[in-house]
C-alpha cells in the first residue's frame, strides 16, 4: 500500500554551511521545498526561517523572523517548524521536503517531536501530530572529515563554537556531533581529512559506530546518496535504553588503534569503584553505550553513555524481574525476547553490557578497570541487602562533583547525572 504522506528528508550536521549545501542540492525540483531553522538568535525570541524552492529553473530563497514567545528549542518545533511541515505537505505542488537542521537541534530529538507531539492548532478538531502528514524518508549526517573526530573525541561545548542555542546550552560538540551521525541513515563526506592516516581513523570509526550505513563523497550526487538507504534504515526511529548494543554486525576487530570493547560481567557493579573507573572512558575514547546493574540500585535500570570527554549515568526505569506478570504485556516484545535469553532463576534480566569505541585507550586498560568495579567473591554472597548499604555517588540525591544536568535526546532518563573530566 502507498503511503500518502509526503516524504521529509533530515540534513544533519555541526557545520551550517556544509548543512546547508546538501540541501541545496536536494532542491532538484520543483515539488521540494527546503528549510531552515536559524537559531543562533533564540535567546532574543527570534529564529530565522529559511526556505528554498527551485521556480523557473532557478533556485529561489525566501526568509522570515518568526517571534517567539519563550527563546526556545520547544517553542521553536511546536510553534513553528512543525506546524510548517503540516502545511507544506498539505500543499499539491510540494511532493518532498527538506529540513536542514540547525546544530542545536539534534534529529533524534526531532524525530521523536514529529511521531509524539500533538499540534496546538487542529483545525480538523481531532489531534494530529506532523508525523500524520509526513514520514522520514532519510536522515542524513554531513561530516568533515578533517576535524570531525577531533571534535567528537573532545571536551569543547557548544558555545565554544558559537553553536548553542541559548546561554544555558551546556551540551558538547562531541555529544551533539556523534548523536547526529549515530542516527543517521545515510553520511555526506564534506571534503577530504587532514591526512591519510587520519582519514583511515575516520572510517574506522564510523564503520563501528554506524555499521552499513552508506557513505558518499559531497561531490558525487546527493540524490545516489539518498537512493543506497537501505530497507532495513532506521528512518526516524527512535531508540531505546534495550535496543541491541552491537546492532548492524559491526567489525569486531582493531584497526588503526580503533576498537570495539564489549563489558558483560556476571555480577553487579560496586558503585564507588565503578564510579572511580569511569576516568578511563573520558580519554581516548570515541563513546560508550550500555546497560548497568549497580549493586546498590538492585532494582533499577542504569543507562551510561559517554561521548568524548562528556559522560552521564541516568535511571531507565525497573528490571523486568521486578514486574508483575500483568506489566509484562506493555513491555517491547524485543526487550522480553532478550530478556528470556538472558534470564537467571534467581536475579532474572538483570545484566551490565557496555560497548566502548576506543581511538587511543586500549582495550585492556579498559577492562581492567571496569572490571575492579565488579564485586568480589564476598561481596556477591553478602547479597542485594548488603549492597543497599554501599554509599552510592550515583544516587539521585547525592553530593559530589557530578553535575546534575537535562537528561540526553534519544533514551529518557530520571535523575541523571553528568560528569566531565578532563
Do not use: K
Not at 526556505?51 to 526556545?72: F, I, K, N, P
Amino acid at each position: 500500500m502507498t503511503d500518502p504522506r509526503t516524504p521529509l528528508v533530515l540534513v544533519t550536521g555541526l557545520h551550517r554551511q556544509l548543512g546547508a549545501q546538501v540541501c541545496r542540492a536536494l532542491v532538484d525540483g520543483p515539488g521540494t521545498v527546503a528549510v531552515h531553522h536559524d537559531v543562533s538568535r533564540l535567546s532574543e525570541g527570534v529564529v530565522v526561517r529559511t526556505q528554498l524552492q527551485l521556480r523557473d529553473g532557478v533556485v529561489t530563497e525566501e526568509s522570515a523572523a518568526v517571534e517567539l514567545a519563550h527563546g526556545c528549542l520547544s517553542c521553536t518545533l511546536r510553534l513553528d517548524l512543525l506546524p510548517l511541515l503540516r502545511t507544506l505537505a498539505r500543499r499539491d505542488d510540494v511532493t518532498r521536503v527538506v529540513l536542514h537542521l540547525d546544530p542545536a537541534l539534534e534529529p533524534e530529538h526531532l524525530c521523536w517531536a514529529v511521531a509524539d507531539l500533538v499540534l496546538d492548532d487542529e483545525p480538523s478538531g481531532v489531534p494530529e501530530t506532523a508525523a500524520d502528514w509526513v514520514r522520514i524518508e532519510a536522515v542524513l549526517a554531513v561530516v568533515e572529515p578533517a576535524g570531525w573526530l577531533e571534535d567528537v573525541t573532545g571536551g569543547d561545548d557548544l558555545a565554544d563554537r558559537g553553536l548553542a542555542a541559548t546561554p544555558d546550552d551546556d551540551r558538547t560538540l562531541a555529544q551533539v556531533g556523534l548523536a547526529q551521525v549515530a542516527f543517521a541513515d545515510a553520511v555526506v563526506m564534506a571534503g577530504p581529512p587532514a591526512d591519510a592516516w587520519e582519514g583511515v581513523r575516520l572510517d574506522a570509526v564510523l564503520d563501528r559506530l554506524v555499521p552499513g550505513v552508506p557513505r558518499a563523497d559531497l561531490r558525487l550526487p546527493v540524490q545516489r546518496l539518498l537512493s543506497a538507504v537501505g530497507p532495513d534504515a532506521r528512518r526516524g526511529r527512535v531508540s531505546s535504553a534495550h535496543d541491541p548494543l552491537l546492532a548492524g554486525q559491526p567489525p569486531l576487530g582493531a584497526d588503526a588503534g580503533v576498537e570495539l570493547v564489549r563489558f558483560a560481567p556476571d555480577r553487579p557493579l560496586h558503585p564507588g569503584r565503578l564510579h572511580d573507573a569511569l576516568d578511563v572512558l573520558l580519554d581516548g575514547v570515541v563513546c560508550t553505550r550500555g546497560r548497568l546493574w549497580l549493586a546498590s540500585q538492585h532494582d533499577r535500570v542504569l543507562w551510561l553513555e559517554s561521548a568524548g570527554q562528556g559522560l552521564r549515568v541516568g535511571d531507565v526505569g525497573p528490571w523486568l524481574a521486578t514486574l508483575g506478570d500483568d506489566a509484562w504485556a506493555d513491555v517491547d516484545p524485543l526487550r522480553r525476547v532478550a530478556a528470556a535469553l538472558r534470564w537467571d532463576p534467581v536475579h532474572g534480566d538483570r545484566h551490565t553490557e557496555l560497548v566502548v569505541l576506543t581511538v587511543r585507550q586500549s582495550a585492556l586498560a579498559i577492562t581492567a578497570a571496569l572490571h575492579a568495579a565488579v564485586l568480589t567473591e564476598a561481596e556477591w554472597a553478602a547479597g542485594p541487602e548488603a549492597w543497599n548499604r554501599y554509599p552510592d555517588p550515583f544516587d539521585t540525591f547525592h553530593e559530589d562533583p557530578c553535575e546534575a544536568s537535562v537528561p540526553a535526546d534519544g533514551a529518557a532518563t530520571q535523575g541523571t547525572h553528568r560528569e566531565e573530566r578532563s
